[in-house]
Nanobody, 125 residues
């Protein structure tokens, strides 16, 4: 069984940066693909970024590309999300997700088996 635990959220001002962490327990074979989603207040969960372990392919949503950076420490089975130049519209609960396999439907929440509890990011303007 895999558990994902996020941390690093907080209240920041527009233009600030934050770094989120997602520590995965369990075998790395279960977390070949890791992703970040977010759920803004009153909205549905939306895709942010995904990374495939084998080959390291990383794909960002257009809304965050150039501002957010996803990285992974495979030895620690941990994923990170560096959030730069934060905007008020980035306010959301950020979730880490993982799957044992890659899918072309990586933007769909239903493609992931494991989820963290979420960490709140609030950006004041």
């Amino acid at each position: 069984q895999v558990q994902l635990i996020e941390s690093g959220g907080g209240l920041v001002q527009a233009g600030d940066s934050l770094k989120l962490s997602c520590v995965a327990s369990g075998p790395t074979s279960s977390t070949q693909t890791m992703a970040w989603f977010r759920q803004p207040p009153g909205k549905e969960r939306e895709f942010v970024v995904v990374n495939l372990y084998n080959g390291g392919r990383t794909i960002y949503d257009n809304s965050v590309e150039g501002r957010f950076i996803m990285s992974r420490d495979y030895d620690k089975n941990t994923a990170y999300l560096q959030l730069n130049d934060l905007k008020s519209e980035d306010t959301a609960v950020y979730y880490c997700a993982a799957s044992a396999t890659w899918t072309n439907f990586y933007m769909r929440a239903s493609s992931y088996t494991y989820w963290g509890q979420g960490t709140q990011v609030t950006v004041s303007s």
